[in-house]
């Protein structure tokens, strides 16, 4: 058993007592191991992430009205109509960045969102989204996370089904402003 | 033998070093916000500890530091008076705890990345078991999944996420 999977056992109470002692005894004879920062990074940050609600990046709009009603700093973007635009400049004061696709699909739950750098030639998707019942995905993150993606130049967002087609079902192309 | 002398920087550099492996050990046995509590007492114990010369070997530190959380796991009966003092007397160390600023925004931006690239099912598995603190029969239970499917699904997910962040967030420019 690697040290990530025993880590892994001893938080969720799968190593009996003989075996967790002998654990902590490892934990604590060497606290600079890799696996177990990588842990507690997953459950601090995790548990700040959860408490925001940005564990899961795709949220209903209600979500951002009770952040807003709770005095946070939402800053909305909104591109518009699929196609060409502008992205965002990001306000200093924005604690949570809320990027509105409307897709006009309010029968589908969940979309990915593959995202393309273009100046990076780098792409990735953002699995399995919530698409509210209005029809709009409703991307919400953090200050530190819009910063990054903000200020990473021009972006080609396809939203795909879930499905094994993976169909795009809107794109859009925004450059910085 | 002697004992072990640590200026307040060493002293700061040690809490931050051994504050993983305390807050591990708690959050197996408690949830919230009793896991800051019980990781500060420590770490707290830790430093005055330190500074009566209590600890005459280096080499068994880490030794102590898990006598002090066993300690305080079979009393679990903690005096507020006692803590108050504590922290009036030794909080000073524990400011080291406070992650840096930029380095943290950073880890978050990090960790909510590469979360997003994970499916919904391996989110919520993870969520639940490290943040919520389910157990996998609970979890299987909540999910409708074998608790054996619960594990190899969190086993995945912690692969993919540790893979991910050893690596730069994906909005940044490429090195």
Known sequence: ?177 | MGVVAVSLADEAALCRRYAPAVRTFWRRRLRGTEVDELTQETLLRFVQALRRGAITDPERMGGFVLGICRNLARERVRSAERRSELWAEFAGALASLADEPEVASYQLAQLEDCLSQMTQRSRDVIRHAFIDGHSSSQIGQRMGMSEGNVRVVRHRTLEALRTCMSQKVFWEAPS
């Open chain 1, 1 to 177: 058993m690697t040290r990530l999977y025993e880590l892994d056992a001893y938080l969720t109470g799968e190593l009996n007592e003989g075996e967790a002692d002998a654990l902590e005894e490892a934990m604590f004879g060497a606290p600079d191991d890799p696996d177990l920062l990588f842990l507690d990074r997953i459950a601090r940050h995790g548990a700040q992430l959860a408490e925001h609600g940005t564990f899961d990046i795709g949220v209903p709009r209600a979500h951002i009205d009770t952040l807003v009603a709770a005095g946070h700093k939402v800053q909305m973007f909104d591109p518009g109509p699929p196609g060409k635009g502008h992205s965002l400049i990001l306000d200093d004061d924005a604690e949570f960045v809320v990027t509105m696709l409307a897709i006009g699909r309010n029968d589908i739950e969940r979309v990915d969102v593959e995202i393309n750098l273009i100046d990076y030639n780098a792409t990735k998707t953002i699995k399995d989204v919530t698409v509210d019942r209005d029809g709009i995905v409703y991307g919400l993150c953090e200050r530190p996370l819009a910063k990054l993606a903000f200020g990473a130049g021009r972006t080609v967002a396809n939203v795909r089904r879930t499905d094994g087609a993976r169909d795009v079902i809107a794109t859009w192309d925004l450059t910085p402003p």
